[in-house]
């Protein structure tokens, strides 16, 4: 049984850093590269940024990049997303997706909130 587990979300002020976490399990972790997505109240699900399944070509929303680092251990079957310089529009449930690269079969975690006060 696949699962993906968030953790390491809550609540920051502006200009504050988290460090969220995605353990994944019951999968072949180097088969898939690994995204992270988030989802504001009354906003659609959007892409945060990506890393392949070797660690290359890490990729990132304009709305991010240069703030947030994307990062993965395949011996530990983790991937993180350090996030710096939080804004209070970074507010969402943030999730990260496994894509296998084979068919792009995916899978999903349950989410963590990040909440960044002004």
């Known amino acids: 049984q696949v699962q993906l587990v968030e953790s390491g979300g809550g609540l920051v002020q502006a200009g504050g850093s988290l460090r969220l976490s995605c353990a994944a399990s019951?999968?072949?972790?180097?088969?898939?590269?690994m995204n992270w997505f988030r989802q504001a109240p009354g906003k659609e699900r959007e892409f945060v940024g990506s890393?392949?399944?070797?660690?290359?070509?890490?990729s990132y929303a304009e709305a991010v990049k240069g703030r947030f680092t994307i990062s993965r251990d395949n011996t530990k079957n983790m991937v993180y997303l350090q996030m710096n310089y939080l804004k209070p529009e970074d507010t969402a449930v943030y999730y990260c997706?496994?894509?296998?690269?084979?068919?792009?079969?995916?899978?999903w975690g349950q989410g963590t909130q990040v909440t960044v006060s002004s």
């Open positions: 997706e496994a894509r296998r690269v084979a068919d792009s079969y995916d899978y």
């Open positions: 019951g999968l072949t972790f180097s088969a898939y590269d």
């Open positions: 890393i392949s399944r070797y660690g290359g070509r890490p």
